[in-house]
């Protein structure tokens, strides 16, 4: 997909990835909707701030009217609430597959006839290495990017007739504040990731592995689930 004069939506854009994505998106010459719940915390400069709370019904048929020109939808919009499953708060639990999973998943139900009806497109799922990685500590987060996975997968056979492309980008600890607790040799570079994401949505991947703990965890998939 051509990101020059594209139009995107991308979630979750007044910050960390997201604000490189629309920031990057700019500098390539799309049109870009920085979507955040709160617009007036979104500062990137050239970019339409854009009210979308992916947990709001209302709000996302709201977003997609006013976006009635995309091409291409980032979901990245997500949170960590540092749950496990089994002693974890279900309220924590419940709320992560809200914005992980359900999320994405409204987003995209809303915006696919938009993308299709303006030609095709592209859809970037921001995703995780816990997507495969499943640690007790994190077991909601895990589960919640496990399912977008999922996600990911079905939408991309059932789009792909209305001329729409849906892309994974999985990655392990990026220097943002959702990591804010990881020593910085462990996180990648969020400017890094973003150039990643779209150069890969260029190039029609389906699947873009932005680190190497990712990359390894990727090839360790077929391995015994004690051997990972």
């Known amino acids: 997909m051509e990101l020059k004069n594209a139009v995107a939506v991308v979630t979750g854009a ?34 339409v701030p854009l009210r979308l709370d992916v947990t709001d019904a209302e709000s996302i048929r ?6 009635s020109d995309a091409t291409l939808l980032i979901n990245n919009a997500g949170i960590s609430t540092g ?3 089994i002693a974890g708060s279900p309220d924590a639990v419940r709320r992560e597959m809200e914005v992980n999973f359900f999320g994405p998943l409204a987003v995209t139900r809303a915006f696919a006839p938009v993308i299709e009806s303006n030609g095709g497109g592209a859809v970037l799922n921001v995703l995780s290495v816990l997507s495969w990685l499943h640690p007790a500590g ?3 987060y895990a589960a919640s990017k496990a399912a977008a996975w999922a996600l990911t ?5 059932e789009l792909a007739p209305r001329g729409i492309t849906v892309t994974a980008l999985h990655v392990g600890y990026m220097d943002t504040d959702m990591a804010s607790g ?9 400017a890094e990731v973003a ?5 890969g949505i260029e190039t029609g991947l389906s699947e873009i592995l932005a680190d190497e703990t990712t990359r390894y965890v990727k090839r360790s998939l077929a391995a015994p689930p004690n051997a990972a």
């Open 14 to 47: 007044n910050r960390g990835l997201g604000g490189q994505l629309a920031a990057q998106l700019v500098e390539r010459g799309a049109k870009v909707y920085a979507a955040a719940r709160r617009p007036e915390t979104v500062d990137v400069p050239g970019a």
């Open 62 to 67: 709201a977003a997609a009217r006013i976006a």
């Open 83 to 85: 749950a496990p499953l």
């Open 138 to 140: 994190l077991g909601s």
């Open 153 to 157: 997968g079905a939408a991309r056979e």
């Open 182 to 190: 990881v020593p910085a040799d462990q996180k990648a570079d969020p």
């Open 195 to 199: 150039a990643q994401a779209l150069s």
